[in-house]
Nanobody
Framework: QVQLVESGGGLVQAGGSLRLSCAAS????????MGWFRQAPGKEREFVAG????????YYTDSVKGRFTISRDNAKNTVYLQMNSLKPEDTAIYYC???????????????WGKGTLVTVSS
């Protein structure tokens, strides 16, 4: 089992920044590609960003490219999502995800966090 705990969500004005963190515990962190998904009210959960087990490769959905950056610190068992130039449409619950694979494209998530709410006001 892998336990994932997100933090860093909150209320921010449009154009502002937030950094989300996800602390992992349980099995070996470097066995997992990590990522972030989000779910806006009334919408399905969608992929946002992923990072390979080494941290070398990243993958983003088009709507966040150039604004969001995913990174990981394997010594701290933590993955981050730096979100800049936030827009009201980024408002959602953001979920941390772990997948037992190496590449950054998460398509079969093994573990989920409980989520952290990000609200962007206009």
């Amino acid at each position: 089992q892998v336990q994932l705990v997100e933090s860093g969500g909150g209320l921010v004005q449009a154009g502002g920044s937030l950094r989300l963190s996800c602390a992992a515990s349980g099995r070996t962190f470097t066995n997992y590609a990590m990522g972030w998904f989000r779910q806006a009210p009334g919408k399905e959960r969608e992929f946002v960003a992923g990072i390979s087990w080494t941290g070398v490769s990243q993958y983003y959905t088009d709507s966040v490219k150039g604004r969001f950056t995913i990174s990981r610190d394997n010594a701290k068992n933590t993955v981050y999502l730096q979100m800049n130039s936030l827009k009201p449409e980024d408002t959602a619950i953001y979920y941390c995800a772990a997948q037992a694979s190496r590449g950054p494209n998460l398509n079969a998530v093994d573990y989920w966090g409980k989520g952290t709410l990000v609200t962007v006001s206009s």
